[in-house]
């Protein structure tokens, strides 16, 4: 059984920075995608949107509220895929979750049953 577990969440003000991280036991991370989605407070869990992915190979999309402001990157090594976070906004403020799943032609798919419990995120003054 996979455990993933998100950290790094908190409060910070308007134009600040975080970085997620997002550690996964067992030695399937390398071989899948890794994904960063995110719930607004009061939107349902099937409203989770996805933020940003990043492949086994490295290859990395985003949403295009976040592109050049939030960077994926991943370390095998240590099982960890990271969110860094810049020039935050009070819209961004939401409950992130990691998640493992795969890629095929360009669209990445969750698996179910590998969430997190999330980790949650605050933008405001």
């Known amino acids: 059984q996979v455990q993933i577990v998100e950290s790094g969440g908190g409060l910070v003000q308007p134009g600040g920075s975080l970085r997620l991280s997002c550690a996964a036991s067992?030695?399937?991370?390398?071989?899948?995608?890794m994904g960063w989605y995110r719930q607004a407070p009061g939107k349902q869990r099937e409203l989770r949107e996805l933020?940003?992915?990043?492949?086994?190979?490295?290859?990395?999309n985003y949403q295009d509220s976040v592109k050049g402001r939030f960077t994926i990157s991943r370390d095998n090594a240590k099982n960890t895929v990271y969110l860094q976070m810049n020039s935050l906004k009070p819209e961004d403020t939401a409950d992130y979750y990691c998640?493992?799943?795969?890629?095929?032609?360009?669209?990445?798919?969750?698996?179910?049953?590998?969430w997190g419990q999330g980790t949650r995120v605050t933008v405001s003054s």
């Open positions: 067992g030695s399937i991370f390398r071989h899948f995608a």
């Open positions: 998640n493992v799943g795969d890629y095929a032609s360009g669209t990445y798919f969750p698996k179910a049953g590998y």
């Open positions: 933020v940003a992915f990043i492949t086994s190979g490295g290859t990395t």
